[in-house]
């Protein structure tokens, strides 16, 4: 196409759980392009979620494809795109072979809690035997959970990836032989991308960056490297393990597509590129993103700080392999957006997401109705894998509307338990939160978060954060518009778009009740399905 304008772009290559959109952003952050599509989510049996690694593949070349004819439909040349960075769904788990570059099996999605039973045997493990920190010495009981954590900043639980890896080890045979024959290749999301994006098994580009790999299981939080006491315990092999590479940096280059030759120059897992995206960079700065489940980062600088509350430790970012890791605690909630998703496609209530919103504020209250939404069961800061979903209060009075009310309130009562944990670690009393992701569209959800909050909620017009997190990775690695991570004033002119604040106005007397109500409602959840070590 003729006479197409020369730009200076940033494109984003963020592959979340139920789509994957390619976003084309100038320096201000304007979206100049995009394309979004989603793929397909597979769910065999109870508590299973599942994706195919290749149609997820296929969704990321389109997008890419797409984006770019949307740009030069706009009058500019896609060799405007200078770098592109990648975000993805955190802790899904791919495993394919090193020989023919291909899936073997369907990758596990965070979500999916089928791996209740490996949790099981290795919390027994980490009781009886222990974990070997050092030549002959164990530490095992609660010795044994504290040196785990203090390795990793994890606790055991069915969410984290060496899980997932170790349970398709112990279920597949292919998996298990190519584990056995230094053939197989394992990674997060991004690690499947890249490897893919840059020529498969030509090339054999097997990369994780800081903020995925925290959240393996696999990871020394303080060494950014595979702790060897961690592969010990899981009895994984570091042959099937990816190089571990910071969240800024030329990673290399895209071997096919419209973009061939444009570097990869920025990763990060999508609640960490949402932290930078919000450009909370700072010690005591925080965000959540509400999108399929919610995620509160809350940046602790370069201080590890080992939370005693059901937070998890994690790395926010790592500008460049010679600079200090920063870090972060994280509250993690796993159904968030996707209680809306179940109330319209299982339960018919609503014909569309946006209609929750109408239907919960046509009533005044939920008439004592409480909704625990633990599909699968409950991540932060109770950290329980047999608590189930539970709705609780109905009567012949209860209607769609007051269940679609204690949806939103589900939300806003886990956030709360999230902070009151982030209160007591950090020390400090947030007082507001800064907001983005799918589900912070409905105008009732914010005001239902402030309100049961008690905080104020920040929400910003541009709500692409996570995108934009991972585009100023990308775009710093190259010091593309000056931008540089480690400096956030060269990030000034970045998303200077306007914001709209939630006040609280219930009162504080009506709030606590509806609290300690929660609190009550949690308790009946907790402990339904055990997990048994086979």
Not at 199 to 205: K, P, V, Y
Request: aromatic share 8%; proline share 3%; with cysteine.
């Amino acid at each position: 196409m003729a006479n197409l304008k020369q730009g200076e772009f940033v494109g984003s290559l963020d592959c979340g759980t139920t789509s994957t959109r390619f976003l084309i952003f100038d320096k201000y952050a304007n979206i100049v392009a995009q394309h979004q599509l989603e793929y397909p989510q597979y769910y065999p049996e109870p508590s299973w979620h599942e994706q195919d690694p290749d149609e997820l593949m296929e969704s990321c070349d389109v997008c890419i494809t797409e984006a770019c004819k949307a740009l030069e439909a706009s009058g500019w040349a896609k060799e405007s795109v200078k770098v592109i960075g990648i975000t993805n769904q955190r802790e899904s788990a791919v495993a394919w072979s090193r020989k023919t570059g291909k899936p073997l099996c369907r990758l596990i999605v965070w979500d999916d809690s089928r791996t209740k039973n490996t949790v099981a045997h290795f919390e027994h493990k980490l009781q009886t035997t222990g974990i070997e920190v050092a030549s002959g010495e164990f530490k095992k009981g609660e010795e044994g959970v504290q040196a785990l954590r203090k390795l990793s900043g994890l606790p055991i639980s069915t969410y984290f990836s060496a899980i997932k890896l170790r349970w398709m080890i112990d279920h597949h045979d292919n998996v298990r032989k190519a584990h056995e024959e230094d053939d197989l290749m394992f990674g997060t999301v991004e690690s499947w991308i890249v490897y893919r994006l840059t020529g498969g098994a030509q090339t054999n580009l097997h990369i994780t960056d800081v903020t995925n790999a925290s959240r393996t299981l696999l990871m020394n939080l303080t060494t950014l490297k595979w702790d060897p006491a961690l592969l010990k315990f899981f009895e994984i092999k570091d042959s099937v393990l990816p190089k571990i590479v910071s969240s800024s940096e030329v990673y290399g280059e895209l071997a096919y597509g419209p973009l061939k030759g444009v570097k990869i120059g920025g990763i990060a897992g999508d609640q960490q590129a949402a932290l930078v995206g919000n450009k909370c960079l700072k010690q005591g700065e925080a965000k959540c993103t509400y999108g399929t489940g919610a995620f509160l980062l809350f940046c602790t600088g370069e201080d590890i700080v080992q939370s005693q509350h059901g937070l998890l430790s994690t790395v926010a970012y790592q500008d460049g392999s010679s600079s200090k890791p920063i870090y972060a605690l994280e509250g993690s909630i796993a159904v968030a957006g996707s209680a809306i998703k179940w109330l319209r496609d299982s339960m018919k209530m609503v014909s569309s997401a946006a209609e929750v919103n109408t239907l919960a504020d046509s009533v005044p209250d939920t008439g004592g109705v409480y909704f625990v939404t633990a599909f699968s069961g409950l991540l932060a800061p109770y950290w329980d894998p047999g608590a189930a979903g539970l709705l609780i209060g109905l009567s012949a009075y209860t209607t769609p509307a007051h269940i679609a009310l204690a949806t939103l309130e589900a939300n806003a009562f886990q956030t709360r338990a999230i902070l009151e944990s982030m209160k007591l670690d950090s020390k400090t009393d947030l007082k507001h939160l800064m907001v983005d992701g799918g589900m912070t569209n409905g105008d009732k959800v914010m005001k239902v978060l402030a309100d049961i909050g008690g905080f104020t909620v920040i929400r910003p017009e541009m709500r692409e954060s996570t995108a934009l997190g991972s585009a100023l990775l990308a775009g710093s690695a190259i010091r593309l518009h000056g931008w540089n991570i480690s400096e956030p004033e060269t990030l000034a002119e970045v998303n200077t778009a306007g914001t709209l604040d939630f006040t609280p106005s219930m009162p504080e007397a009506e709030r606590e009740k509806r609290w300690q109500g929660w609190k009550r409602a949690i308790e009946r959840s907790v402990g339904w399905e055990e997990g048994v070590d086979e």
